[in-house]
């Protein structure tokens, strides 16, 4: 059946289309956002490949894509990922599992495969929140997650709110929120994704399932001070909120390193206006803290959120703080963790610390994650990387988890 449907050659044609698309040449990698000009053209790519198999193709109130396979739910075994990236972001997060759930249908179909439930691929919208800033926004408000007014009025850097985004891309922006029909059609979810991690490197393995993923939020940190001139303002007469913001980057590995298990990172800082020879009026600093529980989580923003006011203070500076996203620790469905495990063998179960729309649905309805193997373990990066025969295995492995679940 594999000499005859030659599931390499699928998978290759299939990630050298995308190869191309929204490629970042100043920073590496790829940018793909939400509703942008890249992820639209993945977004056509998709829908030319799924329309290709001959699978009904829908777009919901909130922008996710659906491919199906067989009429829509009730019970339907749905599969899928996202196709957006982080800026210069790397090639497989979000692409490993939806060209993967492409080319399942075709090995099913090629070994004859008739499920007796209906399948569906989704294509989450705005996974990594890289221009709306919410991760998991698709996925968020589909299952009602992030309130649709507060959606709506997201904005991108350019100003751009999510309701122009989604009315430029064919959609009515009054209908986001919470899709009860679409949601009511899923019976359970598994999402394939690469590895971002070397778990896999470490055990040997090609595959494996998800245990758990840790809480994680966003928060973002203003700093107001006084614009000024570089040369002409004396050091005593400044109120410069790059300095507080620098005490926040430092306290955030400080504070982070105290607590066991918790990670947090800035990765994101916006001067204004950004000039070399000018002091900022303000300094926007994004926070991305994580741990394996909710107490712990909070306990870390809490206290590097105190280093930022006194430091603040000590500058002069005004700061404000708002949470732009958070959710609390997933822990997989066990019985579908470990049926998924069966079907494969006895795969090994990885936590992860990197967040999925798999870890939004977990809550609605019985989800599970497969994992592929990545030999450099890093991600959200360009040297992401997944092997041709480990991608195989992947696809391979949802393959026949699709075929046990809606046999
Ligand atoms: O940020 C995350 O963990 C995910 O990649 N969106
Ligand atoms: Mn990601
Ligand atoms: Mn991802």
Known sequence: MKDAFRTPDAWKDAFQALSEVGVDRRRGGYSRHG?????????????????????????????????????????????????????GGGAFD?????????????????????????????????????????????????????????????????????????????????????DDEALAAVGRFVELHVEQGRGLVDLDASVGVASSILAHGRWRFRFSGEGNHAGATPLGDRRDPMLPASALVLATRRVASAVDGARATVGRLVPNPGGTNVISSTVDVWLDARAPDDARTRAVVEEITAAARSAAAGEGCELTVAEESYGDTVHFDTGLRDEVSGVLGGVPALPTGAGHDAGILAAHVPTAMLFVRNPTGVSHAPAEHAELADCVAGVEALAAVLERLAG
């Open 35 to 87: 509703f942008d000009r890249a992820e639209l053209e993945l977004r056509a790519w998709f829908t030319e490949e799924a329309l290709r198999r001959g699978l009904a193709v829908r777009t919901d109130r909130n922008g996710n894509l659906w491919a199906w396979w067989g009429e829509p739910g009730p019970d339907a075994v749905v599969t899928g990922s996202h196709l957006d990236s982080v800026p």
């Open 94 to 178: 979000g692409p490993l599992g939806v060209i993967a759930a492409l080319v399942a249908v075709d090995m099913l179909r090629a070994k004859g495969f008739a499920p007796a439930k209906p399948i569906a691929i989704v294509v989450f919208a705005e996974e990594e929140g890289g221009r709306f800033g919410v991760p998991c926004l698709g996925s968020r408000l589909l299952t009602g997650s992030i309130d649709a007014d507060a959606a709506r009025r997201l904005t991108d850097p350019d100003g751009v709110t999510l309701a122009e985004a989604v009315t430029a891309a064919g959609l009515d922006p009054a209908r986001l929120g919470r």
